[in-house]
């Protein structure tokens, strides 16, 4: 059985930072592309940043230069370091994964539960 599992969201200030986490069991995030996906209340479920392959990595425009995703495949987890919070960024963040390209949601094979994360003074 196939599980992702989020960690690391919360409330954080305006210009704060966090990491989240994505722990994979059952299947071996090396051999898939990886992405991070959000969904703030009223709106579509967007792509933030994927891995693709052996290192590619692609950012939605609103993100770019503040959120950084990598992959430990040694401890089968992937992260989103998140700089330079906007009360924008609030939404629920879900892991991804998917052996297609992941630029859109019906291209991922495996969800993680989500975890919320608030940008807030």
């Known amino acids: 059985q196939v599980q992702l599992v989020e960690s690391g969201g919360g409330l954080v200030q305006p210009g704060g930072s966090l990491r989240l986490s994505c722990a994979a069991s059952?299947?071996?995030?090396?051999?898939?592309?990886m992405g991070w996906y959000r969904q703030a209340p009223g709106k579509q479920r967007e792509l933030v940043a994927r891995?693709?392959?052996?290192?590619?990595?692609n950012y939605a425009d609103s993100v770019k230069g503040r959120f950084t995703i990598s992959r430990d495949n040694a401890k089968n987890t992937v992260y989103l370091q998140m700089n330079s919070l906007k009360p924008e960024d609030t939404a629920v963040y879900y892991c991804?994964?998917?052996?297609?390209?992941?630029?859109?949601?019906?291209?991922?094979?495996?969800w993680g539960q989500g975890t919320q994360v608030t940008v807030s003074s």
């Open positions: 891995s693709i392959g052996g290192g590619s990595t």
């Open positions: 059952g299947i071996i995030l090396s051999n898939y592309n």
């Open positions: 991804a994964a998917g052996l297609k390209y992941l630029r859109e949601t019906r291209e991922v094979d495996y």
